[in-house]
């Protein structure tokens, strides 16, 4: 028995010993893990494998497991361009504003409404579109790579056959899209994504922002010392995080003062600051620099410092833009100007008949400003004094006020046209390729205001000039490294970059004042009474008599 | 009475008398930067140099307080009446016709009485200021949600400068006096050797013989 039992042992074990690599080899196989860390391979999905030949059928496609995405992106502001500032109550939103660059979105439907988060939005009055299958998901969660929209077809992709010409929202040429491929490949957004609407605003790289270019697809750490491979290589929602589809950071209502930092551990904060993830006493408390940057974290903004320059890394943004000269032809023909050379050696229009006349900056340093993160509109129906300089967007905070910052702006330079019986500024109708009003193919002024002012149905008087505007960026992006953030003398000194911004205290800037003056006095008095004195002495000793 | 050379300056007094003055030309140096009145040092350099001066003489002030009160020494700077009169006639008037210095110096009072009031104020009223002021800057970070901060601290800053402005007045006169009386080299002398020429009674030069003999010079 025993020696059976043995024996049968054995065996056992060597067909087990035997057997293990086997064992081992199948528990190695599931594959390569996926690098998203997915639970889902969605090219393994059947109805993801089958030719579509439009946008809104890919979103059908994924509404049939993502119930509730549409509902949430529909409620968005990527979705309505429709904002009310909870604080001043102004009626905001890309919809609505007039800015300092192609003016405003009405009229202009099927080139601006490209960069819509949907497909078809071509009247703006009657609202985005109202199915669901009218959301475009791909644009956001595509990663193959292969998916775009083109620049005037109100937020569709290219499909065959393409227009000859065509071009996508990032000024490239348009090429068919392969619907299911890109259905196949979504993911979590990539800066590719966010990047080719919002690098692109204002109609061309970097022209909006100044801090958000197609640098930051692939920046040098020197650039942004966040999004660089060789940094943190962060991605854009990983600041601007999302609940319901719905994104943390807004530039009409800015938390321009973070008083919170990262929160409790686990607590979810929806807000883009840099403080919700560096903390409200970012520099290290230990040492007395840090103490001492740290004291400035209640009134300097952390842009302030860790921004010194936007439109770094080779792309240019536009700093002027003067709508006024736009409109000259040649020989009855729009033409273009093309002066100024970007550092990569591009050339950029600065003339356009067009668009009129540009100027454009790299490594452009801020304008200052206080900042309680508040920014009131001038809108359409808001009177201007055009014999001051206009104001498209006001930031709002002073020194005094106990919860402003200050703070880094681009500071846009625009001339744009108003109604000069009425004082407003007006809206335009600057694309539209077959009406008889659009400026871009008619040139003329009086027509196309006259038809966007119709459009939106508010009142114009028929005379139109042009006013002085400034319109306000907020920077903070492009954060470079701590090595490169702004010496103490870049403010801390007469000449300074804060020295237009009066009414507070600091040193170093303002010498001279009352304080001086009385304390200087005194110590002059002073020599002045010793030297007296020391005089008197010498005199007195010549002439008296001699003593010791 | 004989007058007698004596160590009234003990090492440590010397030790904080010339450390202070050290520390007081680096902070009137670095704070006239601050300030924006010259740009000799970089804004940063200068601040880490002011801080680290101001915390060193908060420092000596503590041991220098606790010396004071310990040694008893204190009592050199009570303010007395007993020939004030005579020594700021002699500053303002005898000076000129060559006089003598009125002031005898004694064991307990090495300073005469203008001079000791004017180092108590000094004492009691604009180091305390800058000190005060000074400390409240640089701890501004632990109360800058008060309501007013900033206009608190312009307040303390401007106080901080205005007292750092007498304190440069004082060291003017108090550097130009070390002319009068004696010369110069003279005046120096004792707060480098601590020993000074001292009218002693008989029983303090008694005393110094039997039980100090080492603050004595033959």
Known sequence: MRTRRLRLGIAGMILLLGAMPVLAQTQSTPATVPKSGSTADHSTFEILKKPFASGPEVTEACLSCHTEASKQVMGSIHWTWDYTHPATGQKLGKSRVINAFCGNVASNEVRCTSCHAGYGWENLSEGPPKQQSAVDCLVCHDMSGIYSKLDNAAGNPPMTPVPAGSMTITGAPAKAVDLAMAAQSVGLPRRENCGQCHFYGGGGDNVKHGDLSSVLYDPDKSVDVHMSKDGANLVCSDCHVTNSHAWAGSRYNVTAHDMIGTGKPGERRDVATCESCHGTEPHPAASLTGMKLNDHADRVACQTCHIPEFARGGVATKTVWDWSTAGKLKDGKPYAEDEFIQSDGKRLHTYLSTKGDFEWGENVVPHYAWFDGQVEYTTGDQKIDPSAIVEVNKISGTADDGKSRIWPFKRMEGRQAYDKQLNTLVYNHAYGPDTGTAFWTNFDWNKSIKAAMDYVGQPYSGEFDFVDTYMYWPITHMVAPKEDALDCQACHAKDGRLANLAGFYMPGRDPGGLVDMIGLAILLAAIAGVAGHAVLRLATRRGGQRHD | ?218
């Open chain 2, 1 to 218: 009475m004989t007058e007698r050379l004596v160590k009234v300056y003990p090492k440590f007094e010397r030790f904080w008398h010339w450390s202070q003055a050290a520390l007081i030309f680096v902070l009137l140096f670095t704070g006239l930067g601050l300030r924006g009145l010259h740009g000799l040092l970089p804004f940063g350099s200068a601040v880490m140099l002011h801080t680290i001066a101001a915390l060193a003489l908060v420092l000596l002030w503590i041991f220098a307080i606790f010396w004071h009160l310990t040694t008893g020494t204190w009592r050199h700077y009570v303010p007395t009446t007993q020939d004030l009169f005579k020594v700021a006639r002699f500053y303002a008037y005898d000076i000129f016709k060559g006089a003598h210095h009125p002031y005898r110096k004694a064991f307990w009072r090495k300073h005469n009485p203008m001079q000791a009031l004017t180092y108590l104020a000094l004492k009691l009223v604009l180091f305390p200021a800058i000190w005060l002021t000074g400390i409240a800057y640089l701890t501004y970070n632990f109360w800058e949600l008060q309501p007013n901060a900033s206009l608190l601290l312009e307040i303390v800053a401007n106080l901080h400068v205005l007292a750092a402005y007498l304190i440069a007045t004082f060291v003017i006169v108090h550097v130009y006096l070390l002319t009068a009386g004696h010369s110069f080299v003279e005046h120096v002398k004792p707060m480098i050797t601590g020993f000074d020429t001292i009218d002693l009674t008989p029983e303090e030069e008694a005393y110094l013989a039997a039980d100090e003999p080492g603050r004595l010079k033959r």
